[in-house]
C-alpha cells in the first residue's frame, strides 16, 4: 500500500436547491467566507489559482487547483491539484427532495515532503484532520446557504 495516497468521498445533504448550491460551489475565491480551513485562494487566471488550507495540524497545504470540468447542466465541478497534493477533486450536485445531495470525491497523493515522511504513523491523524475538516465545510456551507435565503427574503 502506497501511504501517501488517499481517496476521499463524503456526501452532504443540504437544504438549498442545486443551482443555488453549484453557484456557491463554483465560486472558489468565496470558499474562505465559509470554510474556515479554507485560508485563501488567489486566482492565477480565469480556470486555476493557489489554495491554501490548514485544519487541526499545525502545517498548511498550497495547491495550485485547475478547473477541468465546469458543467452547470450536470451538476458537477471538477478541478486537479498539483503542489503539497496531486490529483483532483469533483463535486457532483443531484436534487434531494426538496434540497441538494452534494457528493464530494477526491483522489491525492501528498507530495509535502514532512507528510511523505510521516506518511505510516501519521495517516490516522491525516485522516482525522481531513474528516475536521470537511465537517467544518459542511456546517460553514449550510451556514451561508441559509444566509442567502435569508438575503433573498
Known amino acids: 500500500m502506497d501511504w501517501c495516497r ?8 443540504l437544504a438549498a436547491p442545486v443551482e443555488t448550491v453549484y453557484a456557491v460551489l463554483g465560486d472558489p475565491e468565496g470558499y474562505p467566507r465559509w470554510w474556515p480551513q479554507v485560508r485563501s485562494v488567489d486566482r492565477i487566471d480565469d480556470v486555476s489559482g493557489t489554495v491554501r488550507f490548514r485544519s487541526l495540524l499545525p502545517y ?20 486537479t491539484m498539483s503542489g503539497d497534493l496531486e490529483g483532483w477533486a469533483r463535486w457532483t450536485l ?19 515532503p514532512l507528510m511523505r515522511r510521516l506518511a505510516l504513523p501519521g495517516r490516522p491523524f491525516f485522516l482525522v484532520n481531513h474528516a475536521v475538516m470537511m ?19
Open 60 to 79: 498548511d497545504l498550497v495547491v495550485v487547483v485547475r478547473q477541468v470540468l465546469r458543467s452547470p447542466d450536470d451538476a458537477v465541478l471538477q478541478i
Open 94 to 112: 443531484t436534487p434531494d427532495g426538496s434540497g441538494c445531495r452534494a457528493l464530494y470525491e477526491q483522489r491525492v497523493v501528498v507530495r509535502k
Open 6 to 13: 488517499y481517496r476521499f468521498r463524503s456526501v452532504w445533504r
Open 135 to 153: 465537517r467544518s465545510g459542511l456546517g460553514g456551507l449550510r451556514a451561508a446557504l441559509a444566509g442567502r435565503a435569508r438575503d433573498a427574503v
